[in-house]
């Protein structure tokens, strides 16, 4: 009989849990790293062993990542967030272990470097000036707007702002030029879109669109998320064409993809890349909508064992709805009862309660929980998703 298998997980806190799961369900041994921020939540019971990892910076992981492997080297490592990708991906090319490889880790951790490479490979992309102070952007800006300024190593919409008029830049420069390194790009229309990927070898072994609704500019923060989006044909192969360049220049190996464009009148336009497990709980609506656990394809993948025949077309339609509210003090929250009672809720899950403060929608970490909707066809799925807003609202005192 052959060893089990084993994984090592960097990163766990909530929405890592699944791979953890996964690995279970499959009889893969598990270690697991997690950072002291989560320590007291971590799941001790889904994996062998818990290193703790001190920081979360990126050296912070790339030091506790490489010891855990160097006590013994397991066969599949996966970084799970931004902060455990190069961490994982250094270890993954020094031990030989299954990974996106550390270019496409590197290049996908900063937006400036993705539209240098990218730029210089004809991706469709923004037109961008990666400034020193936003300042340096001012003429610039000017003469493109209107025009998105962004931090070059952020996520969930964190400082991303869009920029309309002369006196919004005036404005926006007086306010940030103390911010060090931006990234100001042309501002691309059309609706937006992510595509999410497995891949082995290079090869995409199963794939995504997701469609996106969010919050109206300036912030774009996101609202709901649909699943198994089908584009028109033609749009359909410039998207493939724009995804596969894509790959080639990360020079993306193995793992997981997460992408997101826009759709312009000219075609697909890259907004950025990451080589990471796709948040906002897309890995269950993916699930649902094609029938299968992406993170049991991630762990197989990563650990060398054979992966089934991976979905090609939908077979459900599922979405994820986010709760919002007016900034101010959570009085009353309605409708979750009914909400939940609904046959295509598969979940409801405030992150916030009464007596909880609502910030402004700025960045989708101030959004207040979501909802999974499932549905049979794409009509039905709009059904609920009509009727989750309709139904669950938040209430709140300014
Ligand atoms: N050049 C652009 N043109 C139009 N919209 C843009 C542009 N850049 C960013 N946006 C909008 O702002 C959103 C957030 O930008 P970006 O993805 O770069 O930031 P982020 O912090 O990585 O956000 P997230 O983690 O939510 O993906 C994008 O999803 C898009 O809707
Ligand atoms: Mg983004």
Redesign the pocket.
Known sequence: MTAPRELLLAGVGTMGRPYLQAAARLGVRARALESAATWDNRPADLAERFYRVPGDHEESWAGAVEAAVAERRPDGLIGFAESQVVAAALAQQRHGLRGPSLHAAVVSRN?ALQRALFGAHGVPQ?GYLHVARLGEARDWMLRHLPV?V?PLN?????G?ELIRTPDEAEEAVARRDGEGRLLV????EGP?YSWEALVGGGEVLFENVTAKE?TPPPY?V?LVHRCGHDFAPDDSARVRAMTSDVLRVLGMDTGLVHL?F?MSADGPVL??VAVRTPGDYLPDAIGLTYGFDLYEAMVLLSVGLPLPDLPRRPVSRAATVFLTAEPGTITRIDGADEVRAHPAVVRVRPRKGVGDTVQPLTS?GRRLGHVLVDAASPTEREDAVKFVRETLRVAVTP
Do not use: D, N
Not at 154 to 158: A, D, F, H, N, V
Not at 185 to 188: C, P
């Open positions: 937006k923004p998105v962004k952020l996520s969930g919409s964190q991303v790009e042309t501002a691309v937006e969010t774009f996101e997101e826009r907004m950025e989708s």
